[in-house]
């Protein structure tokens, strides 16, 4: 379920520092450092501010290779490689707390996030760009082994089992915990702030040198020179979906990657895309993947019953253009855009 988020950072704060530079800034001195990287199939930027920022990138950049090597599924000595390939693992404490966020999401959403249609995932093509359309029959026979409810899972013991024919991915939900546990390094470092964007996937820490807040542009998901519109924020994540920058043409259909657990079709919701705003970001990950396949009044609804009050805040964009806010976001969301606000 390897999900390319498709949010475009948009940072007043400049990214082509190479180094530990000294800067004056409202009256005192502020470090600041950036590391560009390729890790978990896609390119990331991290910048920080602080009096030991290059050291909390060192350990974050070592962070990100070690989980991108704990996870990744192309890679069979993984502990998810090792766990499709065995169908039993004991899990990692990380591995635990993933699983357990995927199935808190699963339940929550009712299915629409889930972490057994990698299977399906990988007859599409969408693991490694041979891409193709399936048959209806071997769609229903993949679909027989969807449902993270099948796999057992003692939690004590963090031994989890996966019935014959059942594998997962967390790629859907795998760059918002790296996030936050970027995050939770440059606390250690009492870092000042910094932003992270992996691969789209951005969480914000604090502020920049002159103490305003940052800005994170969402993109435009029909491909225009615009954006959507600009968000202010602070000690957020912000994390999209949409079915525009992994997809294929076949006779003149466009399918995209986010796959419809019930259908094993890529999603028709409706929605162009679905961006979560809130602390959480491994919580925002997923939500962003289940909002988008739920559509847009399953996903009002959802929010209603579980962010209104502050949990969490929505954009969705639709199929048709249509752009809907949550009523947190009134403040903080700017656009040139007709926007609706959901209350």
Known sequence: MRKYSALVLLMVVCLTVAGCAQKEKTNRTEKEDTREIFAMDTYMTLKAYGSRCSEALDEAVHEIHRLDEMFSTGNAESEVGILNENGTEILSSEGAYLFSASKEIYQSTEGAFDITVYPLMQEWGFTDQNYKVPTREKIQKLLKNVGLSKIEYDEKERLISLPEGVKIDFGGIAKGFT?????????????????????????????????????????????????????????????????????????????????????????????????????DGTMADGLSTALFVMGKEKAIQYWKKNGREGAFDIILVEDDGTVYISKGLEEKFTSKRDIQVIK
């Open 179 to 279: 996030s936050q546990r970027i995050i939770e390094i440059f606390k250690k470092y009492k870092l000042t702030g910094g932003i992270v964007s992996l691969g789209g996937n951005v969480q914000t820490y604090g502020n920049k040198p002159d103490q305003s807040e940052f800005k994170v542009g969402i993109e435009d998901p029909f491909g225009g020179s615009e954006y959507v519109g600009i968000l202010q924020i602070k000690n957020k994540t912000v994390i999209t979906s949409g079915g525009y920058e992994r997809f294929f043409e076949k006779d003149g259909i466009t399918y995209h990657h986010i796959i419809n657990p019930k259908t094993g079709y890529p999603a028709e919701s409706g929605l162009k895309s679905v961006s979560i705003v809130n602390e």
